[in-house]
Nanobody
């Protein structure tokens, strides 16, 4: 049973940066692809970024490409989301997930999720 815990969210101004962290415990995620999603109030969880098991392949959603970077430290069972040049529209709850099967951009492909961390960007 894997437990994922996100951290690093907060209130920042437009143009600032944040790094989100996702720590895994109770099991390993080093053999799985990992993703970051975000969720707006009343909306479904939306894909933000994915990193392969090896860490050699990363996929970023179009609206954040060039501003967000995903990385991982397999030895530490950690996944990160570096967010630069933040915009008010990036305000959401951010979740990390462990991919089980299926497409990387679909939330239904992930079988474990953290509790989420709130990111608020003021204009």
């Amino acid at each position: 049973q894997v437990t994922l815990v996100e951290s690093g969210g907060g209130l920042v101004q437009a143009g600032d940066s944040l790094q989100l962290s996702c720590a895994a415990s109770g099991g390993t995620v080093s053999n799985d692809g990992m993703g970051w999603f975000r969720q707006y109030p009343g909306k479904e969880r939306q894909f933000v970024a994915f990193i392969s098991m090896s860490g050699n392949n990363a996929l970023i959603e179009d609206s954040v490409r060039g501003r967000f970077t995903i990385s991982r430290d397999r030895a530490k069972e950690m996944v990160y989301l570096q967010m630069n040049s933040l915009k008010p529209e990036d305000t959401a709850v951010y979740y990390c997930g462990k991919k089980e099967k299926g497409t990387f951009f679909s939330a239904s492909s992930y079988n474990y999720w953290g509790q989420g961390t709130q990111v608020t960007v003021s204009s």
